[in-house]
């Protein structure tokens, strides 16, 4: 396994800093095209700092690299992350309007698209790729969350195991876009083999980067109500850390780990306090002791 910030590091000398944007797009889990209501975790402003943002791409890229190049001596680039809601689902047009945008500044020197996988049509896709021609860094990120259908269902999330499968494979029959896949650990109705199959589906895709996620209640959503009538729980972080030091050990060698926690901000966030970004190195440290004691060498500094 490696490390996304060393993988970066390694293959461009310096740090490249990610920059998350909003670009106005909207889901077809919510506007009815799907379904309505989104995913019942989602209030997509909790993880997004530019969620709902009514900067234009442009102005969230420019304020964004003149404050990294402040605050870190050693940028050696910027990787466009489109984060909010849905970014592939819009007409082509649209979408080559809106990439454009960002990939014509020259320190960028890619982009990362969030998106879900039953909305990455063959001609998205075939867009998506002309960017590599000039951009080394493109990659396309599939939130799966679990490979546990009656939790999908559960959760409104409006597509299938099957959908994610179909999206990766077609997606790496263009093999200068790098995939990477979403998790997460805890969802109401998954058990600790859930956890474990939705990995070993990961790990046997050619998939080229990993996000782990522990599940965490934000505000303004179903689960919120859901939690508060006592519906649902939430994992302790020993015992999420537990989970994820076994998770990694099915991962491949190869694949680049970006993420092995998450956070909300703590006006957004429920529960638990943990996945508060004021503990994300705690999460870290314990994730770490957890993967020292199955004497596993992937070590998580600065992941």
């Known amino acids: 396994m490696i490390k996304f910030n060393k993988y970066l590091k390694d293959k461009y000398g310096g740090r ?81 309007e809106i990439y454009d945008k960002a990939m014509e500044y020259e320190e960028i020197i890619g982009m990362s698209i969030g998106t879900r996988p039953d909305v990455v049509p063959e001609e998205v896709l075939d867009l998506i790729a002309t960017y590599a021609v000039d951009k080394p860094e493109i990659w396309v990120e599939y939130g799966l969350q679990t490979a546990n259908p009656k939790t999908l269902r559960d959760i409104n999330r409006a597509h299938g195991v099957a959908d994610f ?6 997606t790496k029959k263009r093999p200068n876009i790098k995939v990477c896949a979403h998790m997460i650990v805890g ?8 956890y474990i199959e939705t990995v070993k589906l990961i790990s046997s895709l050619p998939v080229d980067g990993i996000k ?30 537990k989970i994820v030091a076994e998770l990694v ?26 996945c508060s970004p004021k503990y994300k190195q705690n999460v870290l440290n314990e994730i770490q002791k957890e993967i020292d004691k199955r004497k596993n060498k992937f070590n998580l500094i600065s992941i």
């Open 16 to 96: 490249i800093q990610k920059i998350s944007i909003d670009a106005g797009f909207t889901c077809p889990n919510r506007d009815g095209s799907k379904a309505s209501g989104g995913c019942t975790f989602c209030n997509n402003i909790s993880f997004s700092p530019y969620a709902m943002t009514k900067e234009t791409v442009e102005n969230q890229i420019e304020s964004a690299m003149e404050f990294y190049k402040k605050r870190f001596k050693n940028v050696k680039g910027f990787l466009a992350y489109f984060q909010a809601y849905t970014n592939t689902y819009a007409p082509v047009e649209k979408l080559r």
């Open 165 to 170: 499968v179909d999206a990766v494979l077609r």
């Open 187 to 194: 969802l109401p109705g998954d058990e600790y083999e859930d």
């Open 212 to 241: 782990i996620h522990p599940l965490h209640i934000v505000k303004h959503t179903t689960m919120e109500k859901q939690f508060e009538r006592g519906e649902i729980k939430t994992l302790s972080l020993e015992e999420y850390a």
């Open 249 to 274: 050990e099915y991962l491949p060698e190869e694949i680049i780990v970006h993420r092995l926690t998450g956070e909300a901000p703590d006006e957004e966030l429920v529960a638990p306090d943990w």
